[in-house]
């Protein structure tokens, strides 16, 4: 600690001959021996000292009350540390530490309301309480201007470790700066009615009473998260929060009855006693009293309403999705549960209604919407997935890539694909058929393939050939084009490809 | 090749008894948990080769698991095997750092593969995941192809890459993916472990974008 071992210094610098004085501070060994460490603060000191003679350091180390600064009779600079040496042998301490250097910033630990005096404090080396003593005595000698120049510096001021200033902030706040101007035309009208009751001292008071409402109005609502906590937690004693407890809000109700009783009693008075002056107290003590008791009530209603309105949405919410896995999931069950002999049908079951499921949950889409028509290629997929897997008992395996509109060269290709999954769950016997549809900028391919028997594409018989090329001319036709690959045992895979036409491109995959 | 030690990590009893009884004999399980935080202390104690991991746990996702044993032990590695297909969560679970990612729909032998695979250092990527890859990286979905990328090489695909992947949705193994571009098994893995490597590290603003616009529509 700095200001100890300073504080110790300069107490024995002011008491160069303090074996007669009365002893103070913690500075014993010194007084007794009656030489003062030589160390070049206290050095100075003690040179001044003897230097200006004997009677300011006679009436000092007396220490008879707290006697005013004598510093304007000593002869030169060294007084300065003087006064404030022996202020400090009083107890009064008029620094904490060296000046910090940068810029000034308020300070986020050891605040008192915005961090604004710490802050100077920290920046010249002050006493923080001397400050704050200043801040006060000459927000009231000046009318309250200081006040305001306080909420200024408050609003311009970054905090510490923060790189904007609330001010920044608070001119994107609209509904803020709409409340400081409301506040300001109430006040207003407020202060014109207190001068036409003839108390002008009110008027004088009018620029600065208006800036710090607008500026603190500005503040609680735009300042950052953690500067607000502890604001609201100066709130809290007083019970001005909706959370405090139940202690502080008796204590709340007890001063806001108090000050609605003084003001009814100021009311009353009016006539005889300061005519004009007690009404205005008296509505000041009657508004300031109901805000009290009532503003917090005001303030819960208001949020239960809110809290309300969010648990009926929520029930809401689960009614409807309990209503839908009962018309789905539910009846699926039962229909399982039924037919558990007929192993075929319990998987195509079990299958349908996963794939109804997944497309709820995953994708969106509400139970029962699956049927209709398609209006994108990935719609297309879905339902070929759908009417296969039902139809023929084999999970169909489909991966999309992309997406775009359906078009008649789109329809074409999806019928080729329909076909040719069919086909790999009618011939090849496997039980999972894969379909890949990748959409890309200027053609849209799709890919069938299955790990079943497999055939020799070159000894197909005439009659089973038939579709193979009926799918390939229908895609021929439109400027796409179809390959069968397939071997006896590895499987059949039938790729698809078809450009897509000029004017689709332009929107691209969505 | 002896048996990769195995610990399970799913919410629902009866499917952990299932992939159980349908591995027993081919790996070792160690463990299983059905939360997040019992997870995290029981892999951490018996610190498997493989985790198979669900990625909808009740206590958070499947990627908290993954995140908190990772700082420990970096040689546990993940699969994430779900009964969901939502893009964000299979995103979520492989960025967070698993090895890959496959259906709750998969065969016993496929699964079996998958968890030797990873337990070999190797990425697993189902045909839905090449597909949402294929999907996140394409070129045409970028609206901020001119925001200045910060890694270029991790925000897009090889050619190669990019084939590798479209053989992979197409359903073929690894194998015969291998066999189609005349490229050795091993090239194959290490093209799919640098896509999952890019999927990993890209910083492309559009892998989670594209996540969420795919939950909309």
Same mark, same amino acid.
């Given at each position: ?23 103070? !501070? ?46 304007? /009779? ?14 400090? /042998? =009083? ?14 910033? *308020? ?16 920046? $010249? ?64 009208? %407020? ?11 009110? $008027? ?10 607008? !500026? ?22 007083? !019970? ?68 309300? *309105? ?7 919410? *689960? ?10 999931? +539910? ?25 109804? +499921? ?31 897997? /039902?139809? =023929?008992?084999?999970?169909?395996? &489909? ?16 019928? %080729? ?14 039980? $999972? ?28 018989? &005439? ?9 390939? &001319?229908?895609?021929?036709? *439109? ?32 | ?152 090489? @991790? ?25 189609? @571009? ?18 990993? @590290? ?16």
């Amino acid at each position: 600690m700095v200001d100890q071992a300073d504080g110790a210094a300069r107490n024995a610098a002011a008491q160069p001959g303090g074996q007669s004085g009365v002893p103070s !501070g913690p500075c014993q060994p010194w007084e007794t021996g009656g030489n003062p460490p030589s160390d070049g603060r206290s050095g100075q000191g003690a040179s001044g000292q003897g230097a200006s003679g004997q009677g300011a350091s006679g009436e000092g180390a007396s220490g008879q009350g707290a006697s005013p600064p004598q510093g304007h /009779s000593q002869p030169h600079g060294a007084g300065e540390g003087h006064w404030s040496a022996r202020l400090e /042998s =009083h107890g009064i301490r008029l620094t904490r530490g060296p000046a910090s250097p940068g810029p000034l910033r *308020r300070a986020r630990d050891g605040q008192l309301l915005g961090g604004v005096a710490a802050g100077i404090a920290r920046r $010249t080396g002050l006493s923080v309480g001397l400050i704050r003593v200043l801040i006060v005595v000459v927000t009231l000698l000046s009318t309250g201007y200081l006040g305001m120049a306080y909420v200024l510096a408050w609003l311009f001021i970054p905090a510490e470790g923060a790189d904007r200033n609330i001010a920044s902030k608070a001119v994107t706040d609209k509904r803020g700066i709409g409340l400081a101007v409301g506040l300001t035309s109430v006040l207003v009208v %407020a202060l014109v009615i207190a001068s036409a009751l003839n108390a002008p001292w009110v $008027t004088s008071l009018a620029v600065p009473l208006i800036v710090c409402a607008d !500026g603190l109005v500005l503040i609680s609502r735009n300042a950052p998260d953690e500067e607000l906590a502890y604001l609201r937690s100066l709130a809290d004693p007083a !019970g001005l929060t909706a959370t405090a407890p139940r202690s502080r809000r008796g204590l709340r109700f007890g001063i806001g009855a108090l000050l609605l009783i003084l003001g009814v009693y100021a009311l009353l008075q009016g006539h005889e006693r300061l005519a004009l002056l007690w009404p205005l107290a008296g509505i000041m003590l009657f508004v300031g009293g109901i805000t009290l008791v009532l503003g917090p009530w005001w303030l819960r209603i208001a949020t239960e309403a809110v809290a309300e *309105r969010q648990a009926r949405i929520r029930a809401e919410e *689960r009614a409807d999705m309990a209503s839908r896995v009962h018309d789905s999931v +539910l009846q699926t069950l039962a229909l399982i549960q039924r037919r558990a002999g007929d192993q075929q049908q319990v998987i195509q079951l079990a299958r349908a209604q996963e794939r109804e +499921l997944r497309a709820w949950l995953f994708d969106g889409r509400p139970p029962g919407s699956m049927e209709g028509q398609a209006e994108t290629v990935a719609d297309g997929v879905r339902l070929i997935q759908q009417e296969v897997e /039902s139809q =023929h008992g084999l999970a169909v395996e &489909a991966v999309t890539v992309g997406d775009c509109e359906l078009d008649d060269d789109m329809s074409a290709l999806l019928a %080729a694909a329909r076909e040719a999954t069919v086909n790999a769950a009618k011939w090849s016997g496997a039980d $999972t058929v894969s379909l890949f549809v990748e959409v890309e900028q200027d053609s849209v391919s799709m890919f069938v393939r299955d790990r079943g028997c497999g055939f020799d594409p070159a000894a197909v018989p &005439a009659d089973r050939k038939g579709l193979a090329e009926s799918v390939r &001319a229908r895609l021929t036709r *439109r400027g796409g084009s179809a390959t069968i690959r397939s071997a006896p045992g590895e499987g059949t895979e039938v790729s698809l490809v078809m450009p897509r036409s000029a004017d689709d491109r332009v929107p691209g995959r969505t | 090749m002896s048996k990769p030690r195995v610990f399970l990590v799913d919410d629902h009893s009866m499917f952990r008894a299932g992939v159980r009884s349908e591995l027993a004999g081919a790996v070792d399980i160690v463990g299983e948990a059905a939360d997040v935080s019992p997870a995290i202390t029981q892999i951490a104690q018996s610190v498997p080769e493989v985790v198979l991991l669900d990625v909808h746990l009740p206590g958070g996702g499947g990627q908290d698991v993954v995140a908190a044993i990772r700082a420990e032990h970096p040689d546990v590695k993940f699969l994430a095997l779900s009964a969901s297909d939502a893009p964000e969560d299979v995103i979520a679970v492989i960025r967070a750092g698993a090895r890959g990612y496959v259906t709750k729909t998969i065969s016993g032998t496929e699964l079996i593969d998958a968890i030797n695979r990873v337990a070999a250092g190797d990425a697993v990527f189902s045909p839905r995941l090449a597909g949402f890859v294929l999907d996140a990286f394409a070129a045409g979905h970028s609206a901020d192809l001119g925001r200045p990328s910060f890694d270029p090489e @991790l925000d897009q695909l090889t050619g190669r890459e990019r084939e590798v992947l479209r053989l992979i949705a197409r359903g073929y193994t690894y194998r015969e993916v291998a066999k189609e @571009l005349f490229i050795s098994v091993k090239t194959v893995e290490s093209h799919v472990s640098s896509v999952l490597r890019k999927l990993q @590290l890209s910083t492309r603003h559009q892998l989670t974008r594209w996540a969420a616009e795919r939950k909309l529509t």
